[in-house]
Nanobody, 126 residues
């Protein structure tokens, strides 16, 4: 599975961005997809994840109510709509995928996702 993330950029605090991640390489789309981010000097952290059905989503507390993850299974795309952005959201955002089912309690663990995109930079200015 190859993942290509795009949509990052520079935005002012309070603004919005939508990230997209395209999955390719398999006839059936990934079962679970997720977004992680890594800020300068910090460890990679979980942002949000979604099952193929779209019925199960999980969010980090820091983005709950501001970010929305969704997916288009027909196009093998996953999106991250980011609203009310804050300077602390500045990071490189990575999409990740797992072909196998990831249980809800493990959806925030980076080790559950064998496939990773190259990352897209989001910079939020104050």
């Amino acid at each position: 599975v190859q993942l290509q993330a795009y949509g990052g950029g520079l935005v002012q605090a309070g603004g919005s961005l939508r990230l997209s991640c395209a999955a390719s390489g398999r006839t059936s789309g990934p079962s679970t997809m997720a977004w992680f981010r890594q800020a300068p000097g910090k460890e990679r952290e979980f942002v949000a994840s979604i099952r193929r059905s779209g019925g199960h989503t999980l969010y980090a507390d820091s983005v709950k109510g501001r970010f929305t993850i969704s997916r288009d299974n027909a196009k093998n795309l996953v999106y991250l709509q980011m609203n009310s952005l804050k300077p602390e959201d500045t990071a490189v955002y990575y999409c990740a995928a797992a072909q196998s089912h990831v249980i809800l309690s493990a959806m925030a663990l980076s080790t559950m996702y064998p496939y990773w995109g190259q990352g897209t930079l989001v910079t939020v200015s104050s």
